[in-house]
C-alpha cells in the first residue's frame, strides 16, 4: 500500500503532535503551599510536589541581594543619656547585602511551569486567589 504526499504529511505532523503532547513538555498549574518547611506543594487532590521536584524563583524564597549605596546617617540622642547614642553624622558607602524575605508560608497559592515531562516544576510567583 502506497501513501499519497498529502497523506504522508498529514501522517507525520500527527505524529509529531502526538509526540509532544505525550511527552508534555511544560504547562501553567496552580498549586498551594501545605507546608513551608520542607516545602510541600499540592496541585490537586492526587499530586504533592516536594522539594526535590521544585526550583524556586527569588520571587518565592529568602534571598541575599547586593546593592550599592552611598548617603550619610542621621541620628538624632535618643535621650537616653549614653554617650555612645548621642547625635552623629557619617557616610555610608558601598557595597551592601540585604536580605530579602520571600519564602513561602502554608496557605499561600502558587503558579507552577510544569517541565521536563512533569518530573520538575519551577514556582514562578505567588498568586492572588479570587
Aim: aromatic share 6%.
Amino acid at each position: 500500500m502506497s501513501l499519497n504526499a498529502n497523506t504522508w504529511i498529514k501522517t507525520i505532523k500527527r505524529a509529531a503532535v502526538e509526540a509532544v503532547e505525550a511527552r508534555k513538555p511544560f504547562a501553567l498549574c496552580l498549586g498551594e503551599v501545605i507546608q513551608a518547611s520542607p516545602l510541600k506543594i499540592s496541585v490537586d487532590q492526587k499530586m504533592t510536589l516536594t522539594v526535590a521536584q521544585l526550583m524556586l524563583t527569588d520571587a518565592v524564597r529568602d534571598h541575599t541581594v547586593y546593592m550599592t549605596v552611598d548617603h550619610n546617617t542621621e541620628s538624632k540622642s535618643g535621650g537616653s543619656g549614653d554617650s555612645s547614642f548621642a547625635s552623629h553624622n557619617h557616610a555610608y558607602k558601598g557595597k551592601k547585602a540585604f536580605k530579602v524575605h520571600r519564602a513561602l508560608k502554608k496557605g499561600e497559592k502558587v503558579i507552577l511551569l510544569r517541565c521536563d515531562g512533569g518530573q520538575k516544576f519551577i514556582v514562578l510567583d505567588r498568586v492572588e486567589a479570587t
